[in-house]
C-alpha cells in the first residue's frame, strides 16, 4: 500500500474552523517574499 504525504504547501496554508463564518490560518516564514514579508496580498 502506498502511503499518502501532505506537501508543505497544503499543509502551510490550510484553514480551519474557528467558530461560525470564522476561519484560522497559521503563517509560516517558509511562504515569506524575499524581503522577509508574507507573500500574499491577503495578507
Same mark, same amino acid.
Given at each position: 500500500? %502506498? %502511503? *499518502?504525504?501532505?506537501?508543505?504547501? +497544503? $499543509? &502551510?496554508?490550510?484553514?480551519?474552523?474557528? +467558530?461560525? &463564518? *470564522?476561519? =484560522? =490560518? $497559521?503563517?509560516?516564514? $517558509?511562504? @515569506?517574499? =524575499? +524581503? +522577509? @514579508?508574507? @507573500?500574499? $496580498? =491577503?495578507?
Amino acid at each position: 500500500m %502506498q %502511503q *499518502i504525504t501532505e506537501h508543505l504547501f +497544503g $499543509r &502551510d496554508t490550510r484553514l480551519v474552523s474557528a +467558530g461560525a &463564518d *470564522i476561519h =484560522a =490560518a $497559521r503563517l509560516t516564514e $517558509r511562504w @515569506n517574499t =524575499a +524581503g +522577509g @514579508n508574507p @507573500n500574499g $496580498r =491577503a495578507v
